[in-house]
């Protein structure tokens, strides 16, 4: 059976620093390219960050730009998704997704992991 | 505000059908495939279709997808309590180099 499962959320201040990871099961997470989205408290799904199978390209969403970073670690078999700058308003459950599809233009998330929950607060 | 447009609820009877629209433009739904995700409470996202109309395996025909220029449709036949939850459209927005979501559409199955 097909898995993903978030880890390393919690409670953090403005301007910390968090590291998610992202750890697959019954496949082989270096074989897909990954995409990180989020969903705020009432809100609605946010995209943050795509990474490609080998690592390259990577792209992300102008609300995280230059506070993200993404990456993978093949041989552990884990992606990470390193935020620095932490504001308020990233306050949101993070989900790891993984990517199906040849190409960016037809993309799509076939699985998805639970999420994992990171709070920003004073 | 979002990229693609959803109306924020929709609701039917039991057995009933629902459609739900996503409206986006040229540099995204416009050109590139869409997905739809339905998010029930407490779960993970689940993909209910792709590549505009293409169903996974274990969605059952209840589901369809649809695009026209630039909108898409979801459509929920034989509605259940079951589906109750928010569905969302996605696709690439060229110009943006990003993955765009609808805001969501809140199923009410009354």
């Known amino acids: 059976e097909v898995q993903l499962v978030e880890s390393g959320g919690g409670l953090a201040q403005p301007g910390g620093s968090l590291r998610l990871s992202c750890a697959g099961s019954?496949?082989?997470?270096?074989?897909?390219?990954i995409n990180w989205v989020r969903q705020a408290p009432g809100k609605g799904l946010e995209w943050v960050s795509f990474?490609?199978?080998?690592?390259?390209?990577?792209y992300y969403a102008d609300s995280v730009k230059g506070r993200f970073t993404v990456s993978r670690d093949n041989a552990k078999k884990s992606v990470s998704l390193q935020i620095n700058s932490l504001r308020v308003e990233d306050t949101a459950v993070y989900y790891c997704?993984?990517?199906?599809?040849?190409?960016?233009?037809?993309?799509?998330?076939?699985?998805w992991g639970r999420g994992t929950l990171v709070t920003v607060s004073s | 505000q979002s990229v693609l447009t959803q109306s924020p609820s929709v609701s039917a009877a039991p057995g009933q059908k629902v459609t739900i629209s996503c409206s986006g433009s040229?540099?995204?739904?416009?050109?590139?495939?869409v997905s739809w995700y339905q998010h029930l409470p407490g779960a993970a996202p689940k993909l209910l279709t792709y590549?505009?109309?293409v169903r996974p395996s274990g969605i059952p025909d209840r589901f369809s997808g649809s695009k026209s220029g630039t909108s898409a449709t979801l459509g929920i036949t034989g509605l259940q309590t079951g589906d109750e939850g928010d569905y969302y459209c996605?696709?690439?927005?060229?110009?943006?180099?990003?993955?765009?979501f609808g805001g969501g559409t809140k199923l009410t199955v009354l």
């Open positions: 997704a993984r990517v199906r599809g040849n190409s960016l233009t037809t993309q799509y998330f076939d699985y």
């Open positions: 019954g496949f082989t997470l270096s074989d897909y390219s």
């Open positions: 990474i490609f199978v080998t690592g390259d390209p990577i």
């Open positions: 040229s540099s995204n739904i416009g050109r590139n495939s």
């Open positions: 590549d505009n109309d």
């Open positions: 996605g696709t690439w927005d060229g110009s943006l180099r990003a993955v765009v």
